[in-house]
């Protein structure tokens, strides 16, 4: 079973961006790195930190593999060569850039898809209706995360359906093409059907509000994850500020 | 107290206020745009690097979510019901392609079918939501927000002016699209990440540095290439998908009633 | 009908057109409600009974485009439709005069709440009412209509029944003085029909005029105070009765004439489990189908009814035992999945009956006689989506008859069905029995179950290792 923290979201957030933002700024190998390890750690306290990896790496090795490649292997400017040979040019400066950016995208990545994993998504959703947010922003955020499972559901059930009906198609683009217009015109067609439905009985029931609204359930906050959020909000302006602009200074 | 049952003529609203931020989103956008573009920072990962970086990162976030903020208050429910289907639609037709290994994203397709049913603020709206909300998922398509925004108010803008109204204009205006989408996205790809999210991309962006381009030059060009063919898909798919829809259901978004959007096809 | 109860609704109608249509859907009629009244509207499915219910409930006219001349005094006012100005509708108002409970329940209900208390509470919530407060009202509510076993669940996971006693409770919450109610019976077995039957007794205690939708009467129906029938969008007060070219011959009282029929489909010790899900659906299964008989499957919800036609149809291979049977063999099995909308996809009937066809076979050449069996030459041109639920499921009955199955299997066939289209699918189940094939079905629809089935296999629920999990909840979707 999975740790939760009885937590506000925002608060989740604020922190993150917070010290995603510094992070950024500060671009030291040193720090990323224990950044990095502090969200891992944090994912194995809460017991989800093998979809925090699995996650990540399917975002980050991709990025990797191109800014090796971009960076790494075809560096133009670089003095301390290791290899050139025809358009590769390898060298030292290349790959310390592709490794700071590697450090600096595996930050974001790891530490956005940390508020994933510990974020309750009704909470969430919760928090977002009761905040100075639009109405409506709630809602798409709700139904969204809500149809998906349910789209995907039905894109099995129609994939089953179509191979009822001996729907056959051919191979290459055009046999692609076939498919991926067979696949998606009942699934868009239910789902706007299923959509307009519903959207007489929203509006029936008060959607979007037009005035105060309120929320049944309570999400978990106190007055000192009101300060800290305040206080991480301050930090992604000034912090990123007073690290770098001694480097402006030098710049001009 | 008996309710009432019937709506007042004109409903009131922050009409200004909503312009002025859509306008400081723009401004903000093509701001930061001509900038980059201008004073080319080379650094990447040093002091000057992280700074282009954060303001990047910064400047294309909060113009999207200003915009968004611009939009949202203004569609009815109708459309607010059908942008969650067009998210899902978005990550699930993503999915369908990633699992046949085709160098396509069409993770815009509900997106743009937003557009061409509902029109571009509710277009534009969808692309940032859509980018939110997957950022959940993926938080290094955050920046992209503003790219995503323009994909679905160009979609509305050629809805409106009749890019439905025949099967062939639909690609060419995702064509164009691809092209204002790939050139506004690449300073965030270059600057904030240093590359592109895929080694196939990443190999292409190698060989336009190694022929002695600059970074958001390559980025760029590499952009060039991918994006147009991917968004005329995504188009002609979306034109596809709105003519297959019954007359009953298409005719009921108000944007296609008043623009015309299907020309004689509405007749049917 | 002469009640000294007061009037809580009359509508005057002159007609109604939907936007683009070339014909009136509703033309003139009268409706009064008196307080704490039963209102039944019987109509065929396209009848236009649905957007009568609409236009009660202020869902209709939606925009300019839909034409409404009507007339209707709720709530002490009074709302003119038609006549040059369009009246915009405030949905809430109005709800608070009339609710609607949609065929879907879940089209009511939002789907993105957690608990069925929060789900409740949506409207509120909207309204900005206070938190103390709507607990205060949603526990009272939960003890007024008995539901307080409910509100902690998931509203993902309901039972059909029981998410009508959600949506039934959310309208409630505001208790308007008229609820419309489309089919609340449809789908249900007993059990959860006497719930929602109780419930609505409950309302109606309480002073609600209920509207009462419906394809046919059903035990609601007995305690109406006015009962209209819906026939070419005009109210009736007597019923039509079917003509009688269309009265089919019962297939289950064709007597099984062959000797020694041949084996169509044979399930030997079969059990049956979805991939990457542990639990076995179903285990053991003893089936066999022979030419020229009608088989149904019945059983309480989650016994594998539909999961058995799906390994017949091949879509599930058995996780043991063996499928075999003449039919398994030529790969002559036409399943009907029990939602027709995931089985179309074309733009017109006729393409889509065509769909995938060789040019020059057999099929195409089947096609204009399937569609005269099942009455739906006239909808060559229709977009299926546009067509009565009736009728789109027979649409996607055609395109399964066209490859003529030798078994057809059929997942719960008379759900959505009206008297016609019952009528229709009797007589399809005939010829497929009189040509020497079979035919396997799953229904909860006793009278059909009578009227079509040899034999009936009942099934019970497999043993479940671990407890439903949120996999298992998608499952349901199948049905």
Same mark, same amino acid.
């Given at each position: 079973?999975?740790?939760?923290? &009885?937590?506000?979201?925002?608060?989740?957030?604020?922190?993150?961006?917070?010290?995603? $933002?510094?992070?950024? &700024? &500060?671009?030291?190998?040193?720090?990323?790195?224990?950044?990095?390890?502090?969200?891992?750690?944090?994912?194995?306290?809460?017991?989800?930190?093998?979809?925090?990896?699995?996650?990540?790496?399917?975002?980050?090795?991709?990025?990797?593999?191109?800014?090796?490649?971009?960076?790494?292997?075809?560096?133009?400017?670089?003095?301390?060569?290791?290899? &050139?040979?025809?358009?590769?040019?390898?060298?030292?400066?290349? #790959?310390?850039?592709?490794?700071?950016?590697?450090?600096?995208?595996?930050?974001?990545?790891?530490?956005?898809?940390?508020?994933?994993?510990?974020?309750?998504?009704?909470?969430?959703?919760?928090?977002?209706?009761?905040?100075?947010?639009?109405?409506?922003?709630?809602?798409? #955020?709700?139904?969204?995360?809500?149809?998906?499972?349910?789209?995907?559901?039905?894109?099995?059930?129609?994939?089953?359906?179509?191979?009822?009906?001996?729907?056959?198609?051919?191979?290459?683009?055009?046999?692609?093409?076939?498919?991926?217009?067979?696949?998606?015109?009942? #699934?868009?067609?239910?789902?706007?059907?299923?959509?307009?439905?519903?959207?007489?009985?929203?509006? $029936?029931?008060?959607?979007?509000?037009?005035?105060?609204?309120?929320?049944?359930?309570?999400?978990?906050?106190?007055?000192?994850?009101?300060?800290?959020?305040?206080?991480?909000?301050?930090?992604?302006?000034?912090?990123?500020?007073?690290?770098?602009?001694?480097?402006?200074?030098?710049?001009? | 107290?008996?309710?009432?049952?019937?709506?007042?003529?004109?409903?009131?609203?922050?009409?200004?206020?909503?312009?002025?931020? /859509?306008?400081?989103?723009?401004?903000?956008?093509?701001?930061?745009?001509?900038?980059?573009?201008?004073?080319?920072?080379?650094?990447?990962?040093?002091?000057?690097? /992280?700074?282009? /970086?954060?303001?990047?990162?910064?400047?294309?976030?909060?113009?999207?979510?200003?915009?968004?903020?611009?939009?949202?208050?203004?569609?009815?429910?109708?459309?607010?019901?059908?942008?969650?289907?067009?998210? /899902?639609?978005?990550?699930?037709?993503?999915?369908?392609?990633?699992?046949?290994?085709?160098?396509?994203?069409?993770?815009?397709?509900?997106?743009?079918?937003?557009?061409?049913?509902?029109?571009?603020?509710?277009?534009?709206?969808?692309?940032?939501?859509?980018?939110?909300?997957?950022?959940?998922?993926?938080?290094?398509?955050?920046?992209?927000?503003?790219?995503?925004?323009?994909?679905?108010?160009?979609?509305?803008?050629?809805?409106?002016?009749?890019?439905?109204?025949?099967?062939?204009?639909?690609?060419?205006?995702g064509l164009v699209t691809g092209v204002l989408v790939g050139v506004l996205s690449a300073p965030v790809a270059a600057f904030v990440?240093?590359?592109?999210?895929?080694?196939?991309?990443?190999?292409?962006?190698?060989?336009?540095?190694?022929?002695?381009?600059?970074?958001?030059?390559?980025?760029?060009?590499?952009?060039?290439?991918?994006?147009?063919?991917?968004?005329?898909?995504?188009?002609?798919?979306?034109?596809?998908?709105?003519?297959?829809?019954?007359?009953?259901?298409?005719?009921?978004?108000?944007?296609?009633?008043?623009?015309?959007?299907?020309?004689?096809?509405?007749?049917? | 009908?002469?009640?000294?109860? +007061?009037?809580?609704?009359?509508?005057?109608?002159?007609?109604?057109?939907?936007?683009?249509?070339?014909?009136?859907?509703?033309?003139?009629?009268?409706?009064?409600?008196?307080?704490?009244?039963?209102?039944?509207?019987?109509?065929?499915?396209?009848?236009?009974?649905?957007?009568?219910? %609409?236009?009660?409930?202020?869902?209709?006219?939606?925009?300019?485009?839909?034409?409404?001349?009507?007339?209707?005094?709720?709530?002490?006012?009074?709302?003119?439709?038609?006549?040059?100005?369009?009246?915009?509708?405030?949905?809430?108002?109005?709800?608070?005069?009339?609710?609607?409970?949609?065929?879907?329940?879940?089209?009511?209900?939002?789907?993105?709440?957690?608990?069925?208390?929060?789900?409740?509470?949506?409207?509120?919530?909207?309204?900005?009412?206070?938190?103390?407060?709507?607990?205060?009202?949603?526990?009272?509510?939960?003890?007024?209509?008995?539901?307080?076993?409910?509100?902690?669940?998931?509203?993902?996971?309901?039972?059909?029944?029981?998410?009508?006693?959600?949506?039934?409770?959310?309208?409630?919450?505001? %208790?308007?003085?008229?609820?419309?109610?489309?089919?609340?019976?449809?789908?249900?077995?007993?059990?959860?029909?006497?719930?929602?039957?109780?419930?609505?007794?409950?309302?109606?205690?309480?002073?609600?005029?209920?509207?009462?939708?419906?394809?046919?009467?059903?035990?609601?129906?007995?305690?109406?105070?006015?009962?209209?029938?819906?026939?070419?969008?005009?109210?009736?007060?007597?019923?039509?009765?079917?003509?009688?070219?269309?009265?089919?011959?019962?297939?289950?009282?064709?007597?099984?004439?062959?000797?020694?029929?041949?084996?169509?489909?044979?399930?030997?010790?079969?059990?049956?489990?979805?991939?990457?899900? +542990?639990?076995?659906?179903?285990?053991?299964?003893?089936?066999?189908?022979?030419?020229?008989?009608?088989?149904?499957?019945?059983? +309480?919800?989650?016994?594998?009814?539909?999961?058995?036609?799906?390994?017949? %149809?091949?879509?599930?291979?058995?996780?043991?035992?063996?499928?075999?049977?003449?039919?398994?063999?030529?790969?002559?099995?036409?399943?009907?999945?029990?939602?027709? %909308?995931?089985?179309?996809?074309?733009?017109?009937?006729?393409?889509?009956?065509?769909?995938?066809?060789?040019?020059?076979?057999?099929?195409?050449?089947?096609?204009?006689?399937?569609?005269?069996?099942?009455?739906?030459?006239?909808?060559?041109?229709?977009? +299926?989506?546009?067509?009565?639920?009736?009728?789109?499921?027979?649409?996607?009955?055609?395109?399964?008859?066209?490859?003529?199955?030798?078994?057809?299997?059929?997942?719960?066939?008379?759900?959505?069905?009206?008297?016609?289209?019952?009528?229709?699918?009797?007589?399809?189940?005939?010829?497929?029995?009189?040509?020497?094939?079979?035919?396997?079905?799953?229904?909860?629809?006793?009278?059909?179950?009578?009227?079509?089935?040899?034999?009936?296999?009942?099934?019970r629920p497999a043993l479940r290792a671990s407890q439903p999990t949120i996999a298992h909840a998608g499952h349901r979707g199948h049905?």
């Open positions: 079973m999975p740790r939760t923290l &009885a937590v506000h979201p925002f608060t989740v957030l604020a922190l993150v961006a917070a010290v995603v $933002a510094i992070t950024t &700024a &500060a671009s030291r190998w040193w720090l990323s790195s224990a950044v990095l390890l502090l969200c891992l750690g944090t994912a194995v306290w809460a017991r989800r930190a093998r979809r925090l990896v699995g996650l990540g790496a399917a975002i980050l090795v991709p990025a990797w593999g191109s800014q090796l490649l971009i960076h790494g292997l075809t560096d133009a400017t670089g003095a301390h060569v290791l290899l &050139a040979a025809g358009p590769i040019r390898i060298t030292e400066q290349g #790959l310390v850039t592709a490794g700071e950016l590697g450090l600096r995208t595996a930050v974001l990545v790891i530490a956005g898809l940390l508020c994933t994993v510990l974020i309750q998504r009704h909470d969430l959703v919760a928090a977002v209706d009761l905040s100075g947010a639009p109405p409506q922003l709630g809602y798409l #955020l709700a139904a969204t995360l809500f149809l998906l499972p349910r789209l995907e559901q039905r894109q099995r059930v129609i994939g089953e359906a179509q191979a009822l009906r001996g729907a056959r198609v051919g191979r290459g683009p055009r046999g692609w093409f076939k498919r991926l217009a067979l696949r998606s015109v009942p #699934l868009v067609l239910s789902a706007l059907q299923d959509a307009t439905d519903r959207s007489a009985h929203l509006a $029936a029931r008060g959607f979007p509000a037009t005035g105060q609204h309120t929320r049944l359930r309570s999400v978990p906050d106190s007055a000192n994850q009101r300060r800290l959020r305040i206080l991480c909000l301050c930090a992604v302006v000034l912090g990123p500020l007073a690290v770098l602009a001694p480097s402006w200074g030098w710049f001009s | 107290m008996s309710p009432n049952l019937t709506l007042p003529d004109i409903a009131p609203g922050h009409l200004l206020r909503r312009r002025l931020m /859509a306008a400081a989103a723009v401004v903000l956008l093509a701001g930061t745009y001509i900038t980059l573009v201008l004073t080319q920072p080379t650094g990447l990962t040093d002091g000057l690097g /992280a700074s282009v /970086a954060l303001a990047t990162f910064a400047a294309y976030l909060i113009s999207a979510l200003l915009l968004l903020a611009a939009v949202l208050p203004e569609l009815p429910v109708s459309t607010l019901t059908l942008i969650p289907v067009a998210l /899902a639609l978005n990550i699930v037709l993503g999915q369908f392609v990633g699992s046949v290994m085709i160098p396509l994203y069409l993770d815009s397709l509900g997106t743009v079918l937003v557009g061409f049913l509902a029109g571009r603020r509710a277009g534009a709206a969808t692309g940032v939501l859509g980018t939110l909300i997957w950022s959940l998922f993926n938080p290094t398509v955050l920046p992209f927000a503003a790219g995503a925004a323009l994909i679905g108010f160009l979609a509305g803008s050629a809805a409106r002016f009749g890019a439905l109204r025949r099967p062939y204009l639909a690609p060419v205006a990440f240093g590359g592109t999210s895929g080694v196939g991309t990443g190999a292409v962006v190698a060989a336009f540095r190694s022929m002695g381009d600059s970074l958001l030059g390559a980025v760029t060009k590499q952009a060039l290439i991918s994006d147009p063919g991917d968004k005329a898909i995504v188009f002609l798919l979306a034109a596809l998908l709105v003519y297959a829809l019954p007359g009953r259901l298409s005719a009921s978004f108000a944007f296609v009633r008043r623009y015309n959007v299907l020309g004689r096809r509405t007749s049917r | 009908m002469i009640t000294n109860k +007061p009037t809580v609704l009359t509508l005057q109608l002159e007609r109604f057109r939907y936007s683009g249509s070339t014909n009136n859907t509703l033309n003139a009629m009268n409706l009064a409600l008196s307080e704490g009244s039963l209102t039944v509207i019987v109509g065929d499915s396209g009848s236009g009974k649905s957007t009568l219910g %609409a236009i009660l409930a202020g869902m209709l006219p939606r925009h300019e485009g839909d034409q409404l001349e009507a007339t209707l005094q709720l709530a002490g006012q009074e709302i003119c439709h038609g006549g040059g100005s369009t009246v915009r509708i405030d949905p809430v108002g109005w709800a608070r005069a009339v609710g609607m409970l949609p065929q879907d329940a879940r089209h009511y209900l939002s789907g993105v709440r957690e608990t069925v208390a929060e789900e409740l509470a949506l409207g509120m919530e909207n309204a900005g009412v206070p938190r103390q407060q709507m607990h205060e009202r949603i526990a009272e509510l939960a003890d007024r209509l008995e539901l307080g076993y409910l509100l902690a669940r998931d509203p993902g996971t309901l039972s059909g029944g029981q998410e009508r006693l959600v949506a039934l409770a959310a309208l409630a919450l505001d %208790a308007p003085p008229v609820l419309v109610l489309d089919e609340p019976l449809a789908g249900l077995d007993t059990q959860a029909a006497r719930t929602v039957v109780e419930l609505l007794g409950r309302l109606r205690a309480s002073g609600t005029a209920l509207v009462l939708l419906t394809r046919a009467l059903d035990s609601l129906a007995a305690e109406a105070q006015q009962i209209r029938f819906l026939r070419g969008g005009a109210l009736h007060i007597s019923a039509m009765l079917a003509p009688a070219s269309l009265e089919p011959v019962a297939p289950a009282q064709r007597p099984l004439t062959r000797q020694s029929p041949e084996l169509l489909l044979d399930f030997a010790d079969v059990a049956l489990a979805y991939p990457g899900c +542990p639990d076995v659906v179903v285990s053991g299964l003893e089936l066999q189908i022979r030419a020229g008989e009608c088989v149904a499957l019945t059983g +309480p919800n989650g016994s594998g009814k539909t999961t058995v036609l799906k390994a017949a %149809a091949g879509l599930l291979a058995p996780s043991s035992g063996r499928i075999g049977g003449a039919a398994v063999r030529s790969q002559g099995v036409g399943l009907l999945l029990q939602n027709p %909308a995931d089985q179309l996809f074309e733009r017109t009937v006729g393409r889509e009956v065509g769909f995938g066809l060789r040019r020059r076979g057999a099929e195409i050449s089947r096609i204009p006689s399937v569609l005269a069996t099942l009455g739906l030459s006239e909808y060559l041109d229709t977009h +299926p989506y546009e067509l009565p639920a009736s009728v789109r499921r027979l649409v996607a009955l055609a395109t399964v008859l066209v490859h003529e199955p030798a078994v057809l299997l059929l997942d719960e066939p008379s759900e959505a069905l009206d008297a016609h289209g019952l009528a229709r699918l009797l007589t399809v189940i005939t010829a497929v029995v009189d040509r020497g094939g079979a035919v396997l079905l799953t229904t909860h629809d006793e009278a059909f179950l009578a009227a079509c089935a040899h034999r009936v296999h009942r099934m049905r």
